[in-house]
């Protein structure tokens, strides 16, 4: 009665000539994109995407197996130190130590992820503070670590190649961050992606199908810290110095406030969810040169608030927006967007 | 040596059981871990010290309205923001309590800065006492006496006072209580603002000893976490005990162990309750109905 | 024990505290029959399903599956076994197409890991073929239970009673020796549930599959199934054919309303 489907097709990235058309486009464009754009920007785009690979390894975990990490700056930190520690100490290419650190990582969240086989959301939740606290803490009393003062990155090259500046260090970033989503995009469509689904949606049917919780859960906490590895390692060389400052509860924090700004478990919505919130993050962090409200920011810290504290409202704006979205919008950025996409379409009508 | 640190064990332990009181309260009643609690402490106690130390208010006066402050901080965040949840579920409480840490820890970093304070108190850190071989300080023993007296107020106040009661049975209940006539939104807005003075004690017992800055509570808050869980986090005098023990060990473990490792103690009791003994060390068991 | 039974529940006993949900209870199902369990609201019905596939340990009594005792494995493996289910309230994975439910059934007979499946890019990636093989099993089924309208829809939107047929799709996707439904015709109007009875057994006819039922609907429970247990307060009553089971007197009083016996005549 009908013709035969072409089931490829269905999971299939680009299944149309068009979708081929903005892949390559999208391609040429990050390609060019650092010749365009200033130092500062440049340094920017980095810094997004690091934070979107992050997020993408964190609604896995958040948004597609309903499981939750309050520890996701000790993975993150787990990447940065070993990367740097692997390479500075054991002489390994940068690769290599890359994922290494990363698999390590992944071990970590291996085995974070196997009390929480038995943890419903609150006691997860406390038992990943923790496990973040409590990475923060070894690496600033551990001389290994360099303590409080910190390590610096080592010298990067790739093969031949000398990487030293944020435009070179971009074409890093940039293409390891696009083969994470492609294959975070991949595993959600196939087999793997589904079970995690589906514990979420009921993790008793999932159960009872056949999936094996135990093993489903630890891997995606072990996949999601994976992520957080990658970008660790990649963060060190952007900052080119780390110390446990960088790492602490209030970064993991940032890191979920991505996800939930970019909808949970929609990979479009984390890369969304990373790039606007990094973008504002960096801003606050400037905030008092912002025309007019830098200036009444200031005037206001002065006369009530602390003028050396100002950069802290970052803080605050960034926990206001996650009690807004959970209250208003818990589909984030990403149930936005999905709404004006259907607003378009209906359009004159 | 081993008794000094059971001692100081015990001092710090009082401190941890407080912040698990507050928690466990609000658990109980909201079924959600409050990780704006600690925050929440640290803003209060930076509010007592702005009026004695900035408006040089007596001790009185600042301890009072820091409590004051408390509760209504308390209420205010339940009553605005909690309670707007439109699908309650676990995760976005969980989330929308984690705003509040970064609001507040914002709020504070921004109107008092990063750089650390000291925190006067009526009671001196450095005088001490001998008992045995150990040492310990006055401020210690204030510590572990405020505890127990507020310990022991709570449980007069669930026992014999009409709203203790009325509290108990919406934190067993709070169908059947609503429906016996006990009003469970105002219940919960008390109990918002119980919690919070609760908290408010345990921070301005501990800025003496450990100088006022915005990240005072960050650990304590774990802390005070792990003697909820180790007590099973449903029952008050569970969380009590859970403080002491948690104060206790971890001291010992600095003192025979590491002293560098001390502060992961709190983690690793609470994998090991989880992993063990999920319900706690005092709690009953239950099993999900499918 | 004789080997040809396919399976076999002996001395079953589990409690809830002071209550024993489900009191010795002993059934055997003959290979390739539809076997029903009937019984007052809280008799324990679905307590039995949780113990057979894992989700309830047992206190006492064992479960033969395949001339294996399972009871105390876990529900996934007993799953690899083949045995499957439904749910009385519906569990479907309610933020999945009905396609992605169906295909979650295939879960345990795909292969794709979490390297094969991050990295497929062409048509003949391991990924890929796994997938294409498993989704035309799984089209069979979208069209043996005429599901093709809802096919690419979240099913949390889906009408009750196609959801029901979703959940039985997804239990035949994991092609289960041993079909457990609860209640598979609970919010279903009269229409539906006559194709419900036809899907049944056609499936039974065709795929040869042992099902073991909970129903509350007599017309239907009396209408397919080759044996019937009676069940009350956790307690066995009666077992046997359907028309010996309708005329026995304790269920008549305990259970079989009136109308309901009369119904079945008409
Ligand atoms: N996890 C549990 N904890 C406590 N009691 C339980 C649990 N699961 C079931 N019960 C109790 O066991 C009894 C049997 O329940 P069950 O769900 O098996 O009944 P049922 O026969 O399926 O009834 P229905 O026709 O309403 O579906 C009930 O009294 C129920 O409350
Ligand atoms: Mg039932």
């Not at chain 1, 083969?179 to 514990?199: C, E, H, Q, W, Y």
């Not at chain 2, 650990?219 to 569970?238: D, H, I, Q, W, Y």
Request: glycine share 8%.
């Amino acid at each position: 009665m009908d013709m035969k489907r072409d089931y490829y097709e269905d999971i299939q990235l680009l299944n149309s000539k068009i979708l081929w058309f903005w892949f390559i486009m999208l391609i040429a464009s990050l390609a060019t994109l650092p010749f365009l754009l200033p130092n500062y920007h440049i340094y920017m785009v980095n810094y997004m995407a690091i934070n979107v690979i992050v997020t993408v390894g964190l609604n896995i975990l958040v948004g597609y197996t309903g499981q939750i990490s309050l520890g996701h700056a000790g993975f993150f930190a787990i990447g940065a130190y070993g990367t740097v520690l692997l390479m500075t100490n054991l002489h390994f290419p940068f690769l290599l130590a890359l994922v290494c650190s990363a698999l390590i990582a992944a071990f970590f969240g291996f085995i974070l992820g196997l009390p929480a086989l038995r943890l419903e959301g609150p006691y997860l939740a406390i038992a990943t503070l923790g496990f973040g606290m409590a990475i923060t803490q070894v690496i600033g009393r551990w001389q290994v670590f360099g303590g409080r003062m910190g390590l610096e990155a080592p010298d990067l090259s790739l093969g031949p190649f000398v990487i030293d500046t944020d435009r070179q260090l971009y074409f890093v970033i940039v293409t390891i961050a696009f083969l994470l989503i492609l294959a975070a995009r991949n595993m959600m469509k196939t087999r793997v992606g589904r079970a995690f689904i589906a514990i979420r949606d009921s993790d008793i049917a999932a159960e009872t199908m056949g999936v094996n919780l135990t093993l489903y859960k630890t891997l995606a906490f072990a996949v999601s810290a994976f992520y957080a590895g990658v970008a660790g390692g990649l963060m060190a060389f952007l900052l080119g110095f780390i110390n446990p400052s960088s790492f602490n509860f209030i970064l993991s924090i940032y890191f979920l406030a991505f996800v939930i700004v970019g909808g949970l478990g929609s990979i479009f919505g984390s890369i969304m969810g990373a790039v606007v919130m990094t973008w504002l993050l960096l801003t606050l962090d400037k905030v008092q040169e912002l025309p007019y409200l830098g200036a009444v920011l200031v005037s206001f810290s002065e006369r009530w608030m602390n003028l050396a504290g100002l950069p802290n409202i970052a803080s605050i704006i960034f926990g206001l927006i996650i009690i807004l979205l959970v209250v208003f919008e818990p589909l984030g950025l990403y149930g936005f967007w999905i709404r004006t996409k259907i607003y378009w379409k209906t359009w004159p009508f | 040596m081993f008794l000094q640190l059971v001692v100081s064990g015990l001092s710090f332990g009082s401190l941890y059981a407080l912040i698990a009181l507050a928690m466990v309260i609000i658990y109980k009643t909201s079924e959600v871990p409050n990780f704006g609690q600690g925050e929440m402490a640290m803003i209060s106690t930076f509010v007592a010290f702005t009026l004695l130390v900035t408006h040089g208010y007596s001790f009185a006066v600042s301890f009072i309205g820091a409590f004051i402050f408390a509760a209504a901080l308390g209420v205010f965040l339940e009553f605005v923001f909690l309670r707007r949840a439109k699908d309650p579920n676990i995760l976005s409480l969980i989330l929308i309590t984690l705003g509040f840490q970064m609001v507040l820890y914002g709020l504070a970093s921004w109107k008092w800065g990063a750089d650390q304070k000291d925190f006067p108190f009526p009671v001196s850190d450095f005088d001490v006492i001998n008992i045995g071989s150990a040492v310990i300080s006055y401020l210690n023993i204030a510590t572990l006496l405020i505890t127990l007296f507020l310990m022991f107020m709570l449980f007069l106040f669930f026992r014999y006072t009409k709203v203790g009661i009325a509290m108990k049975a919406t934190q067993q209940n709070a169908m059947a209580a609503r429906i016996n006539g006990i009003r469970t939104n105002r219940i919960m807005s008390i109990t918002w603002a119980l919690s919070s003075m609760i908290g408010a004690v345990a921070g301005m017992l501990l800025a003496p000893i450990a100088t006022l800055d915005p990240n005072l509570m960050l650990e304590p808050l774990l802390k005070g976490f792990a003697a909820a869980v180790l007590g099973g986090m449903t029952t008050l005098v569970g969380a009590a005990l859970g403080g002491y023990i948690l104060g206790v060990i971890e001291n010992l473990f600095g003192g025979y162990i590491s002293l560098e490792f001390k502060s992961i103690v709190a983690f690793l009791i609470i994998v090991l309750v989880l992993c063990f003994k999920p319900s706690g060390l005092f709690a009953k068991h239950y099993v999900r109905k499918v | 024990m004789t080997n040809n039974n396919l399976f076999s529940v002996d001395q079953l006993t589990i409690k809830f505290g002071g209550l024993t949900a489900v009191d010795r209870v002993s059934f055997r199902v003959e290979p390739g029959s539809i076997f029903s369990i009937i019984g007052p609201n809280g008799a324990g019905k679905t307590t039995i399903f949780n113990c057979i596939n894992g989700l309830y340990k047992p206190d006492a009594g064992s479960i033969i599956f395949k001339g294996e005792d399972i009871v105390g494995q876990k529900p996934h493996r007993i799953a690899r076994k083949g045995i499957a289910r439904t749910f009385q309230n519906i569990e479907l994975f309610s933020r999945m197409t009905t396609m992605e439910n169906l295909m979650l059934g295939r879960h345990i007979h795909m292969k794709t890991n979490v390297w094969t499946g991050a990295t497929f890019f062409r048509r003949g990636s391991k990924a890929a073929q796994d997938e294409i093989k498993h989704r035309e099993r799984v089209e069979k089924i979208i069209d043996l239970l005429d599901l093709q309208s809802a096919r690419n829809q979240f099913v949390g939107g889906l009408p009750y009673g196609t959801q029901k047929l979703i959940e039985l799709g997804r239990a035949l996707a994991l092609e289960p020796e041993l079909l457990l439904l609860d209640e598979p015709s609970a919010g279903m109007n009269s229409e539906e549930k006559q194709d419900l009875v036809f899907w049944i057994k056609d499936i039974q006819d065709e795929l040869g599959l042992t099902i073991l039922l909970i129903e509350h609907d007599m017309k239907m429970v009396m209408d397919i199934s080759d044996l019937i247990l009676v069940i009350n307060f956790g307690k066995p009553i009666t077992e046997g054919k359907p028309e010996e089971v309708q005329r026995h007197p304790e269920v008549l009083k305990a259970y079989l309303g009136e109308d309901e016996v009369i119904d079945q005549s008409a």
